[in-house]
C-alpha cells in the first residue's frame, strides 16, 4: 500500500506545534513527521495538501451514546458503521461506546454485539472512508443513584454487585474500559476495587456522594468523573460532595459536555481553574440524533425529543446531547481556552485516560494515523482514521 504524505501549515501534535511540516503515513500509521526539509519522502507516495490548515490528532470521545440515527446498544454492524462514520465526519476518530442503564440481559447481549462488531474491524485498509474506531466500551449504570439517575430507567438501576460486574465484563469479551459507579451505594467501594483491578477504569457519576465517599472512591481507585456537574450531588460550600472531591484531586480526570446546555461556561471555567488543564476532557454524550434532524430518537430501551438540538425525555429531563467533538473545542476555545489546551482535552488527555498514550490522540511516530484537518475558523475539513483516505 502507498505511503500517504500530507503537507500541512501547521500540527498540533498537541504537545508541540510545528510549521510548516510533512507527515508521512504508512500502514495506518504515522511514519515519519518534520519540517518539509528534513523528512525524506518514500517513492510513490500519495501527496495530500492541507495548505493553510492546522492538523490534529483525531477526536476521542469516552462517552457517546449514539449518532446518525443509531444507538450504540442496537449492537449490529449496521448500527455501529453509522455511528462510527457520522462522527467521523467531525473529527472523531475513536469512541467508546457507551450504554446507558438497561435490564441486564439486554446490556449483554448489546456489549456481546459490539465486541463482535470491534473483532471483525481491527483492520482498515488505505481505500476505506474514515470511520471512528470503536476502542471499547463504557457501562453507564446499572450502579447508580436513583436520586440522580438523569434520564437512566429506574427500575434497571442494580446494587453495586461484583458478580454481576463480572458478568458485563465476560459479555463484553475484554472491552469493557470505564463503568460508571454511584460511591456512596452499599458495596460500591469493593466494586470500585474489583473495576480497578480488572484493569477498568472506574469512574464517578450519577451520583449523590458526600465529600467524603467521594475520597473514599478515589482512594479505592476511581479516577474519573463522568459529566462533571450533571447528575451529581450539588456543590455548597460547607458539604462540597463530589463535586468539591473531584475539583481538588489533581488525580481524577473530569468528562465535561460542552455544548453550551449542560454546564455554564463559567462553570466550565472554574473546572479549568481548579483542576487545570490535564485533566478535564472533552465529552459529547451524543445519543443517536447527533448528526440528524429534530425529532423522536431512542436513547438505550426509551424515547427521547430533540428540538433544537437539545435532547429530553418525556420528563423533560436532558437526556445526552447532540454535541460533536468538533463543537466542543470552538466552544472551549470561544470561552478563552487556547486552541492546543482545548484540542489536548479531546485527544492526548483521553488516551491517557485509556492506557493508550502513544498509540491514540497523538501525533507522532508509531503512533495510528488518526488525523483530522482544521480550517483557521476551526472546522473539520478531512479526516484520516488508521491511515484510510484522507477524506
Ligand atoms: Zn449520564
Not at 143 to 169: D, M, Q, Y
Not at 262 to 291: E, F, N, R, W, Y
Not at 298 to 323: D, Q
Not at 337 to 356: E, F
Request: aromatic share 2%; hydrophobic share 45%.
Amino acid at each position: 500500500m502507498a505511503a500517504t504524505v500530507v503537507h500541512a501549515s501547521r500540527i498540533l501534535t498537541p504537545e508541540e506545534e510545528l510549521t510548516d511540516s510533512i507527515l508521512v503515513v504508512e500502514d495506518g500509521r504515522i511514519a515519519a513527521i518534520g519540517h518539509r526539509d528534513e523528512v525524506r519522502i518514500p517513492s510513490g507516495a500519495v501527496d495530500h495538501a492541507a495548505n493553510g490548515m492546522t492538523i490534529v490528532p483525531g477526536f476521542i470521545d469516552v462517552h457517546i451514546h449514539g449518532a446518525g440515527g443509531h444507538d450504540v446498544m442496537e449492537a449490529n454492524a449496521r448500527a455501529l458503521d453509522r455511528i462510527t462514520s457520522t462522527v467521523a465526519r467531525h473529527g472523531t476518530t475513536s469512541i467508546v461506546a457507551t450504554t446507558v442503564t438497561a435490564p441486564i440481559e439486554d446490556t449483554c447481549h448489546s456489549l456481546a454485539g459490539i465486541a463482535r462488531y470491534i473483532g471483525k474491524h481491527e483492520r482498515l485498509d488505505g481505500d476505506a472512508r474514515p470511520a471512528a474506531e470503536i476502542l471499547g466500551i463504557h457501562l453507564e449504570g446499572p450502579f447508580i443513584s436513583k436520586a440522580k439517575r438523569g434520564v437512566h430507567p429506574p427500575e434497571s438501576i442494580a446494587k453495586p454487585s461484583i458478580e454481576t460486574f463480572n458478568k458485563l465484563l465476560a459479555a463484553g469479551d475484554g472491552l469493557v474500559k470505564i463503568v460508571t459507579v454511584a460511591p456512596e451505594l452499599s458495596g460500591a467501594i469493593e466494586l470500585i476495587e474489583a473495576i480497578a483491578a480488572a484493569k477498568v477504569v472506574p469512574a464517578l457519576g450519577h451520583t449523590d456522594a458526600n465529600y467524603d465517599q467521594a475520597r473514599a472512591a478515589i482512594h479505592a481507585g476511581a479516577r474519573h468523573a463522568v459529566h462533571m456537574y450533571n447528575a451529581m450531588r450539588a456543590f455548597e460550600h460547607r458539604d462540597p460532595g463530589i463535586i468539591g472531591a473531584v475539583l481538588t484531586d489533581p488525580e481524577v480526570t473530569a468528562e465535561v459536555i460542552a455544548d453550551g446546555v449542560h454546564v455554564a461556561g463559567p462553570a466550565i471555567q472554574m473546572l479549568i481553574g481548579c483542576k487545570g488543564v490535564d485533566t478535564v476532557v472533552l465529552v459529547s454524550d451524543g445519543i443517536a440524533a447527533t448528526g440528524m434532524p429534530d425529532g423522536n430518537y431512542r436513547l438505550g430501551n426509551f424515547e427521547v425529543t430533540v428540538e433544537g438540538g437539545v435532547c429530553r425525555n418525556s420528563e423533560g429531563k436532558l437526556a445526552g446531547s447532540t454535541l460533536t467533538l468538533d463543537r466542543a473545542v470552538r466552544n472551549l476555545v470561544a470561552l478563552g481556552v487556547s486552541l492546543q489546551d482545548a484540542i489536548r482535552m479531546a485527544t492526548i488527555l483521553p488516551a491517557r485516560r485509556l492506557g493508550l498514550a502513544g498509540k491514540k490522540g497523538i501525533i507522532a511516530v508509531g503512533a495510528d494515523a488518526d488525523l483530522v484537518a482544521l480550517t483557521p475558523d476551526l472546522r473539520v475539513v478531512g479526516v484520516m482514521t488508521r491511515g484510510s483516505r484522507f477524506a
